[in-house]
């Protein structure tokens, strides 16, 4: 309940899932057929970089700032882009005229169509409040103010079938990450055709290879694995890196992130020990 993404907004974790999730996006868009987006964390759906909690945090100019200083940045990541650029008209080619910042809401609905749905999950009471606002009246959506982990029981499976969950918990609690294992598998077992994305943070990357080892022996389907680290993934107390691990993936999807995910190193990761990594985590079928 005290975690604020506003002081994190645009950092380098919020880069790579954005670039992931609109690919994601683009696949569900590229059949006819509706689709339902479910967001388990949503926060405030889209942020102010002027604002004093983006300001005293400052992450956003180590993330998306670090990746608009760079003029190739339109041609290496169009759809991020594409956006941002949606949402900052003044932005220019060298990054100026940055001042809001989309969160995973904000885009999902960007990428809604008339037949499709969007449910977003927010239990801070402002920042429900705030997202709601941000929203706005749009009958496509649905707000819920409840635990995320309790929303994904009651609303996994949607209607329509096809579609994405984005489940990005804040990683407060001790036993968050045993907690998110526990909560995927069984996402996963009541929705069984559903694509599922799942954000972590990276400090020790050996105690995250761990969970994610033990988390495919619990009957994932095929499982895309992507990572960013930033710096060597040594220290405890520092975000070193994230990645998502992406359930039934669109077909291809490891071959379009490889050029993006190629950019945001050269942009990011800047410190001794900055790596990708894009794997199956559990192989697809041949």
Known sequence: MNYR?????????????????L??????????????????????????????ASQRGGEYRLGVGAVLADREAAKELPL???????LNPELSLEGTGLRHYPGSPWLMQRALREQDKLS?????????ETLRRNMGRDARIGVHKRDAFEALKALLPPTPRRGLALIDPAFEQADEFDRLAKTVIAAHQRWQTGQIAVWYPIKLRAETDAWAAGLAKGGLPPTL????????????????????????PPWQLDKQLKGPLAFLLKRLGREPGAATRLDWLVKQND
């Open 80 to 86: 991020y882009m594409a956006a941002l650029q949606e």
């Open 225 to 248: 694995r992507v990572e960013l680290l930033i710096r060597g993934a040594g220290r405890a107390e520092s975000l070193n890196g994230s990645g998502l691990l992406l359930l039934n």
């Open 120 to 128: 977003l999950v927010e239990l801070q009471p402002e920042d429900y």
């Open 5 to 21: 993404h506003a002081f994190h907004a645009g950092n380098h974790g919020d880069v790579l899932k954005h670039v992931v999730l």
């Open 23 to 52: 690919q994601l996006l683009e696949a569900l868009r590229a059949k006819p057929t509706p689709f339902h987006v479910l967001d388990s964390h949503a926060g405030c759906g889209l942020y102010d970089l002027a604002a004093d």
